[in-house]
């Protein structure tokens, strides 16, 4: 039986949407902006939206008297599956972006699909396939071709950075992976919402502890930026990665970003200027096949 359709698209189209995130990031940090401002106004933007959708959420639950689980651990877990996919992961992944261009970040992340399967798994029992161990070997040398000759143009910040992103790939990984058991308890959009607002609670603590309220007195362009990211690279592509996960599973869902980097690199060439030559090329048709190898399983429970 094939995937479900509607499940595909809204992965394919959360890919997209979160593929502009660096695009509009590397434009805020000209304005000097640092990664707490930079979060606490994504997410400051981002909170009313996962307030009103998860007030909305619950009521549309609670009127059709659909089963949900609102136990304690079930929050708990949902909770922090949020601040580690979206605060603790968000955090790395910018601050890695101060270091390395929008292309070569888009394409480290898009390596999660690999740390999707090694932890399922660890922690599922889902088998290690042949395909993922070529997927695997296929991803990191195409990193590596890319890393060896951006190295010439950034330096040592370029190894730093890599690891920022790459760390920031393996805890959202994790994400993809533990959210399957709470979205089928608490519904996708209720789950998307209560794991987002955690998320904002703690980037906006971590804001108030790191910084000063001043901090946030910025150019208006820096706040519209800040609120394209909110709406078009955060709010709408949550909710469709989670509906996504909720109708084809993790595996797919992260498959199905596979078009994620194609965007990024077409953007950050054309609207930043960013180079694209021979050695990104191989890297990244290396990445692509990489990933896209591992739609050779058929079978559903191995990833």
Known sequence: MGLDRTGVMLGIIGAALFSTKPILIKFIYEYGVDTSVLMALRM???????LVFGTLAFWQRQRNNTPTDY????LLIT????VNGYYVASFLDLEGLTRITAQFERLILFTYPIFVAILSAVFMGIKFTRPTAISLTLTYLGLAVIFTNDFQDFGTEI???????LAAAAIFAGYVVFSK???EKLGSRLFTCFAMIAASVAILVHFLVSNGIGDLHQPWQVYALALAIAVFATVLPTFFLAESIARIGPGPTSIMGSVGPIFTILMAVIILGEKFGVAHFIGTALIVAGVIWLTRSNNQRSI
């Open 44 to 50: 400051g933007f981002s909170l009313p939206f996962y």
């Open 71 to 74: 136990s304690t651990r079930t």
């Open 79 to 82: 909770a922090l599956i949020g």
């Open 159 to 165: 190894v730093s950075g890599s690891l920022l992103v």
């Open 181 to 183: 058991t709470p979205i």
